[in-house]
């Protein structure tokens, strides 16, 4: 019951990286205005679906309320069918922009989306840059099949079927992705940190409780690579 107890809080405050510093509220919740605080526990359930929280944290007018803004061009681009993202039982990643294109001085990163995912010997720099069933695989590799969050994972990684099509890549014809806690006190939520792994992701923050599924948020590029 202890961890359980800890999960909520460590996720909000994740949360705090993903939506802005400069936030005054952070999902309806009141920032904490000095350090003399008692720790509180806050509920992780989001009271939305998971489509309504990419689209709320997507479309926003500020930097702050527009995190999710990437990742919802890719879902226009692709085509994908965009109620995939209120069905149940899913497990949903969700990319807060720097996952897609992240800078460090003045270049692209070799661990964002359009840095990895290189067209030739140049990066991308928009997602017209691929073809759009390579963007709707790859968004459809982030919704996994069952709840996969704190209290249903531990530090073994627990394997499960994504909605990516099998045989779409020759690495993973399973299409199959992995999904673990870090076994100390800080209980990171990784992905694809399996034995032989070449690329482990740990989210930015984990364990949003949408009302159609939890919801993981990564600033880095997601792969599988045995």
């Given at each position: 019951?202890?961890?359980?107890?800890?999960?909520?809080l460590s996720s909000a405050l994740l949360a705090l990286l993903v939506l802005g510093s400069g936030c005054k509220k952070l999902l309806g919740l009141e920032r904490q205005k000095n350090w003399n605080f008692e720790p509180v526990v806050l509920d992780p359930h989001i009271n939305r679906t998971a489509w309504q929280f990419?689209?709320?944290?997507a479309t926003g007018p500020t930097r702050q309320?527009?995190?999710f803004y990437r990742m919802y061009q890719a879902i226009v681009y692709s085509g994908?069918?965009?109620t995939l993202y209120l069905q149940n039982n899913k497990t949903f990643i969700f990319l807060h922009n720097d996952a897609v294109y992240r800078l460090a001085s003045n270049r692209i990163t070799a661990d964002c989306y359009f840095g990895y995912h290189k067209i030739g010997a140049a990066t991308g720099t928009k997602w017209e840059d691929y073809p759009k069933d390579s963007v709707k695989n790859w968004l459809l590799y982030l919704i996994a099949e069952g709840e996969h969050t704190f209290g249903s994972v531990g530090p073994t990684p627990v394997k499960a079927k994504t909605l990516q099509p099998p045989n779409t890549y020759v690495q993973n014809p399973e299409s199959v992705i992995y999904f673990n806690l870090v076994n100390n006190e800080n209980m990171k939520f990784r992905i694809n940190d399996f034995i032989g792994s070449k690329m482990m992701t740990q989210t930015r923050a984990a364990g949003f409780i949408s009302t159609n599924g939890p919801v993981h948020i990564v600033d880095r590029v997601v792969d599988y690579i045995p």
């Open positions: 019951m202890k961890r359980m107890i800890l999960i909520p990419l689209k709320e944290y309320d527009s995190v994908i069918d965009s």
